[in-house]
């Protein structure tokens, strides 16, 4: 079982969890304490203490008179709804397959990596159904919202909220210094951890796809090169502005790399491509106003002019 998340400060502090609405479904549907540890441990979830359980059971503020087997109750229904459960409780096909994906490792890790470099729903998709698995739109948004809310954490807290729970799962079954020491250092290299860690851009989509063992979708260099470029610049940017202690050594490094960057795009793109791009910011602009008649520029004073009949000479025919 992994172990239960500690709550900052006291058992009244905010919790830290990516499956909140998980949690609070099986709650309302009277599960013990007991069986949402086992539910939880089933599905590889961060589990709660019992004391965490109790205080969200009583939290749930029900309306009156509430049923979940009355499905023409509306109260009950708008409550569900505002909490984001009404396919947990009652169960739809998309709930299914985003049951599924839970339950399914290699595309349940596509997923979480995507939700975090906010992959278009579409590429999503798409490299899923290359993995052989088919998702529906509204199954990934319910996946997100019941079991990997990411986007309720501020960047700071969902790293240390990733990172904390790759080292947990790293270190389950160790039994020996060894074990741990392995545990762990495979831990900083967990694809969540490394997603987190970069900008939500193309290139960490791509990133992450190898560090989990996904075959990219083809990209030209030359548009990988202009990304990193960029980035380079941005991080020698950042290291002069900031002047930390330390900085100055981390721009000169990233001002090594920008410098690789620049040597290598000048060997691998074409000097015709980058003329074409440049000559791509040109535009025509044309002025839409209609051309104005004869009339309208002479006020009524003008003359038509008839060309003047040439008669061909007797010597020509």
Not at 38 to 63: E, G, I, K, M
Not at 95 to 101: F, G, M
Request: with cysteine.
């Amino acid at each position: 079982m992994v172990a239960a998340v500690s709550v900052a400060g006291t058992t009244r502090g905010p919790f830290r969890i990516l499956h909140l609405r998980f949690v609070q479904g099986l709650l309302l549907q009277g599960l013990s304490n007991d069986a949402v540890h086992v539910s939880l441990d089933r599905h590889d979830l961060d589990d709660l203490d019992d004391a965490q359980l109790d205080r969200l059971r009583a939290d749930l503020a029900r309306p009156k008179n509430f049923s979940l087997k009355k499905r023409k109750h509306r109260p009950s229904l708008d409550f569900l709804d505002a909490l984001g459960v009404t396919e947990l409780i009652h169960p739809t096909a998309d709930a299914d397959q985003a049951l599924l994906l839970l339950r399914t490792p290699r595309a349940r890790e596509l997923v979480e990596v995507g939700l975090i470099v906010q992959v278009p729903v579409a590429a999503l998709i798409e490299q899923l159904r290359r993995e052989r698995v088919v998702v529906t739109p509204m199954a990934l948004e319910l996946f997100e919202r019941w079991f990997w809310a990411v986007t309720a954490f501020d960047r700071a807290d969902l790293r240390s909220i990733l990172e904390l729970r790759a080292i947990r799962r790293a270190l389950r079954g160790a039994v020996d210094d060894d074990e741990r020491r392995v545990a762990l250092r495979a831990a900083r290299f967990d694809a969540r951890v490394l997603a987190v860690s970069v900008p939500c851009a193309p290139e960490s989509w791509y990133l992450a796809l190898a560090a989990i063992g996904h075959r990219p979708v083809a990209v030209p260099v030359d548009k990988v090169l202009e990304q990193l470029r960029f980035h380079a610049a941005l991080r020698v940017a950042e290291s002069v502005m900031r002047g930390a202690p330390g900085d100055e050594n981390r721009g000169l490094a990233f001002m090594g790399i920008l410098r690789g960057v620049l040597e290598v795009e000048q060997r691998v793109v074409p000097p015709e491509a980058a003329l074409l791009k440049g000559l791509g910011s040109f535009r025509l602009v044309t002025d839409p106003t209609p051309i104005p008649h004869i009339d309208q520029l002479s006020g009524g004073n003008h003359t038509v002019d008839v060309p003047v009949r040439v008669e061909p000479d007797a010597d020509d025919s």
